[in-house]
């Protein structure tokens, strides 16, 4: 089993930039990727960016451009780096890692980009 930290979430401006964490523990050998998933209310729960364990990434279109996934490996952490930030993109975000013979989602972190 995998266990998720979420942490960085907050208030930003429009324009902004704001670092989440997602820090991982339990077993993390089984790990195959890594993503950042989001909801916002009244909405469906959506992808935003997944890192793979060959090192490969993939964005959703709304993000490409502004958002950087990223890891470390000695502090088994998985970084979301969101640049540029928009008041479309408020919502609760959620790490989610999927390892050999499951999945696991962290708590969420709060993100409101507003005036």
């Known amino acids: 089993q995998v266990q998720l930290v979420e942490s960085g979430g907050g208030l930003v401006q429009p324009g902004g930039s704001l670092r989440l964490s997602c820090a991982a523990s339990g077993s993390m050998v089984s790990i195959y990727n890594m993503g950042w998933y989001r909801q916002a209310p009244g909405k469906q729960r959506e992808l935003v960016a997944r890192?793979?364990?060959?090192?490969?990434?993939n964005y959703a279109d709304s993000v490409k451009d502004r958002f950087s996934i990223s890891r470390d490996n000695a502090k088994n952490t998985v970084y979301l780096q969101m640049n540029s930030l928009k008041p479309e993109d408020t919502a609760v975000y959620y790490c989610n890692a999927i390892f050999m013979g499951g999945s696991s989602w962290g708590q969420g972190t709060q993100v409101t980009v507003s005036s």
């Open positions: 890192i793979f364990s060959g090192g490969s990434r």
